[in-house]
T-cell receptor
């Protein structure tokens, strides 16, 4: 139990579907992240909500849409995905210091997404 | 842009042998973190290095941060089957960038 809970753990969807991934952290952290993990590639930072500011990676396609209603919850809305989007999506949280130091990342178990 | 390169991609060792993975950044880092991901699991934080030339030890694991704060290494002495997994470095400059990881397998 890492204190970061992701649902669903597994998701299979068609390219025309709309689905959402959910993440909840119980650690009192002030930053939450979405990472994409594909085989043989580095962990790819997709989105960050830190100190109530959203920072996004400009290379993320618009078919991925994050939502962070409060500091404990993070969503990733998925719409018209492609088969190459199949991957493990990891949520993480951390406590960001006032100087901007990210601190240790606590990861959830991940959501394994398959796009048919 | 900032890139973090990690080598080797794979390492297979006999139990009891040593193991080292190396991490190199194209830019000077503020700090570097190391994570371990067991097969089928999620990354788990191991350690953070901040100071130039810093060396930290955790039992059989030794972590080093280069003098120029652009490279780092993780060395495991006398590997055990429980060390199996992928070891990632993550270097921070403006944001946190992960290396591709080194997958370690250990033959009993």
């Amino acid at each position: 139990e890492t204190g970061v809970t992701q649902t669903p753990r597994h998701l299979v969807m068609g390219m025309t579907n709309k689905k959402s991934l959910k993440c909840e952290q119980h650690l009192g952290h002030n930053a939450m992240y979405w990472y994409k993990q594909s085989a043989k590639k580095p962990l790819e930072l997709m989105f960050v909500y830190s100190l109530e500011e959203r920072v996004e990676n400009n290379s993320v396609p618009s078919r991925f849409s994050p939502e962070c209603p409060n500091s404990s919850h993070l969503f990733l809305h998925l719409h018209t995905l492609q088969p190459e989007d199949s991957a493990l999506y990891l949520c993480a949280s951390s406590q960001v210091a006032s100087g901007g130091n990210t601190g240790e990342l606590f990861f959830g178990e991940g959501s394994r997404l398959t796009v048919l | 842009g900032q890139q973090v390169m990690q080598i080797p991609q794979y390492q297979h060792v006999q139990e009891g042998e040593d193991f080292t993975t190396y991490c190199n950044s194209s830019t000077t880092l503020s700090n570097i973190q190391w994570y371990k991901q067991r097969p089928g699991g999620h990354p788990v934080f191991l350690i953070q290095l901040v100071k130039s030339g810093e060396v930290k030890k955790q039992k059989r694991l030794t972590f080093q941060f280069g003098e120029a704060k652009k490279n780092s290494s993780l060395h495991i002495t006398a590997t055990q089957t429980t060390d199996v997994g992928t070891y990632f470095c993550a270097g921070r400059r403006n944001d946190m960038r992960f290396g591709a990881g080194t997958r370690l397998t250990v033959k009993p």
